[in-house]
């Protein structure tokens, strides 16, 4: 799976929200057959989806629970470092003190010095509402401290660079004695069709001397 094409899923949901407001209903949980819970897991596996792949079938059942989603990738050997994390990868968060260890799940586009840049389901668009339970699909920076985990699924790849084209054959050059057929405009107006020794520079003594015929 292209991790530019997948990250382009992603980014194609941005901007849809519950409906009715509050509710946790979309259509994927509809897809996924678990409606009205919260579904920052259920967007991501449907993305997945897309591609081919089902995250409850490849890592665990239990895929919509973050938590269970985080350990089933552990032990399956998904695991990176945070800062590893390219376009595609699984980032998982916790905002808070207290609770589960694990509270949000998103899809990385970029990491960066700072943070890590997602798309997330069942988000807020910024600072104000709730990080994890939002209600809609945004695009998001969020910093390192935020990050306990990243999966990276082993069939992600990056799209290969374009071939270089093939370089154009080098023009031949007829050598100074080379048999040539050439056409000579003559300063009288007239243009020559002339079969004869090749010259740099044509004059009209030369079309002259070659066998021309005026045309």
């Known amino acids: 799976v292209s991790r530019s094409a997948l990250v382009a899923t992603a980014l194609g949901t941005v901007g849809e929200t519950e409906r009715p407001p509050g ?3 979309t259509r994927f949980g509809r897809w996924y057959g678990l409606d009205g819970v919260p579904w920052c897991a259920i967007w991501v596996a ?4 897309q591609h081919g792949h089902d995250l409850r079938r490849e890592l665990t059942p239990g895929w919509a629970y973050t938590p269970a989603g ?3 990738g ?3 050997g998904w695991a990176i470092r945070h800062r590893d994390a390219q376009p595609g990868a699984i980032v998982f968060h916790d905002f808070r003190s207290g609770g589960d260890a694990v509270e949000h799940v ?5 990491a960066t010095d700072a943070g890590v840049v997602t798309v997330e389901g069942n988000t807020s668009p910024g600072v104000a509402g709730s990080q994890d339970n939002g209600g809609g699909v945004w695009r998001r920076v969020r910093p390192w401290s935020t ?6 699924p082993p069939y992600l790849v990056s799209a290969a660079p374009p071939p270089r084209p093939a370089p154009s054959p080098a023009p031949t050059i007829p050598d100074e004695e080379d048999e040539v057929a050439v056409i000579v405009d003559t300063p009288d107006g007239k243009s020559w069709h002339c079969a004869g020794t090749w010259r740099k520079e044509i004059t009209r003594a030369d079309a002259d001397a070659l066998a021309c015929l005026g045309t």
């Open 23 to 25: 509710s946790n209903r």
């Open 46 to 49: 449907w993305v997945f989806a």
């Open 70 to 72: 985080l350990a089933a």
């Open 74 to 76: 552990r032990r399956a």
């Open 106 to 110: 998103s899809i990385a586009i970029e």
């Open 147 to 152: 990050v306990v985990g990243v999966l990276s």
